[in-house]
């Protein structure tokens, strides 16, 4: 009778001692492609969440924060698979990822079925929120994108004719393309011609022979940079002298090394401007290049803002379910990212405004802001 008494005592004060641990751990499922031709994408997002995760935990031990990497390979059969995999093996109460339109929307479609929120960083694509409970972003739209870049073509660069790139292979590409589109129209423009290409070619040099027949003042290729780099470097080598626009799918280093200088004069719409005089935007800065060495990227901003985000829906106590979760997330208001203020909207959207930059000799030049009209 004693030995019991003392053997409950010692696994109280163990369970006591460990307590914090036990229920202080909360995992957050991450779906984000590591392998594949949208790895970059995926490993510059990766370093802001870990950032934004080893902030959090160093300050709220007794809450800490765990999360589950499962790799999409750059497919959208195997984000579903991913997706399948955190909620029935895992069963974790939320998911951030994935980074690329196509992905997520296969991920999406089982989150939404399994009621459990699902957070994409970067996915523009319209159709990634549209009619979903449960499924949000903390980017902006293609429908914005798009028209802010129609809008900086006609009223800034007064282009008045244009050509679109657009990539078959995604729904990133044909929103985006489409959005632009219109709005280019809109703003009395004219679109000469949408010409396609496959992320499976390798040059491009017979859609840049009807650009050149077609001689627009814009060129507008709404892709990524694999294959946007390669239509840069060849559009110069065949003397096509006009502007390039393109979309976030652009903004890596890796396209200007693809590009071998081709890509300077062209201008981006994207997510955030390392020279945005934003005190939390440079203390992000900072604290990134201390811990990875290099500056961090748009992805890296958007995964670090997502992170905080998904973060701040958990409360105090434990277990949070995905429903008081999808709760918080459907009512975030001005949220202070790094990125910018964050509110969603009615469709799940990201208010927030856009980053228009410059392709420089040196670098990307900061051009300006472009505010959203709130519409919830």
């Given at each position: ?6 053997n409950s ?15 202080g ?21 990766k370093?802001?969440?870990e ?12 809450t ?29 109460p ?24 699902l ?13 979903k ?14 028209l ?7 009223q800034?660069l ?29 703003d009395?423009?004219?679109v ?11 040059s ?15 060129i507008?290729i ?12 060849e559009?110069?080598?065949?003397n096509i002298n ?5 979309g976030?799918g652009?903004?890596?280093k890796e ?19 390392p ?5 939390k ?24 803002d ?31 990212g ?27 030049k900061?051009?300006?802001?472009i ?6």
């Amino acid at each position: 009778m004693k030995l019991i008494k003392i053997n409950s005592i010692i696994f109280s004060c163990v369970t006591f001692y460990f307590s914090p641990l036990f229920a202080g751990e909360n995992k957050i499922g991450v779906i984000i492609s590591l392998t594949g031709p949208q790895a970059y994408y995926g490993k510059e997002t990766k370093n802001g969440l870990e950032l934004a995760l080893a902030e959090y935990n160093s300050k709220n031990p007794q809450t800490k924060f765990k999360f589950v990497y499962e790799d999409s390979q750059s497919s959208p059969s195997e984000a579903a698979k991913s997706a399948n995999k955190l909620l029935t093996s895992d069963k974790v109460p939320v998911i951030i990822g994935d980074l690329v339109s196509s992905n997520t929307i296969a991920a999406g479609s089982i989150a939404e079925k399994a009621k459990v929120p699902l957070v994409s960083p970067a996915s523009t694509n319209d159709s990634v929120t549209k009619d979903k409970k449960y499924i949000y972003r903390t980017c902006f739209t293609d429908s914005f994108q798009g028209l802010v870049m129609a809008n900086f073509a006609v009223q800034q660069l007064k282009t008045k004719t244009a050509v679109i790139l657009q990539d078959i292979d995604s729904d990133y590409s044909i929103g985006l393309s489409n959005n632009f589109s219109k709005k280019f129209v809109e703003d009395g423009g004219k679109v000469l011609k949408v010409i396609k290409y496959s992320q499976k070619d390798t040059s491009f040099t017979p859609q840049l022979g009807e650009i050149r027949k077609l001689k627009p003042e814009v060129i507008f290729i709404p892709g990524f940079h694999q294959q946007v780099g390669v239509i840069l470097r060849e559009a110069k080598e065949l003397n096509i002298n006009t502007k390039f626009l393109g979309g976030d799918g652009w903004d890596t280093k890796e396209l200007r090394t693809i590009a071998n200088g081709a890509e300077q004069g062209g201008y981006i719409s994207t997510h955030y401007s390392p020279d945005m005089p934003s005190q939390k935007l440079q203390e992000f800065i900072k604290n990134y290049k201390d811990k990875f060495k290099v500056e961090p990227s748009s992805f890296s901003a958007l995964g670090y803002d997502t992170a905080k985000i998904v973060f701040s829906a958990f409360k105090s106590s434990s277990p949070n379910t995905s429903e008081e979760i999808n709760s918080y997330l459907s009512n975030l208001k001005n949220f202070s990212g790094v990125t910018g203020t964050i509110s969603m909207d009615k469709n799940h959207n990201a208010l927030k405004s856009a980053v228009i930059l410059e392709l420089t000799q040196t670098g990307y030049k900061y051009v300006t802001n472009i505010n959203p009209v709130k519409n919830n």
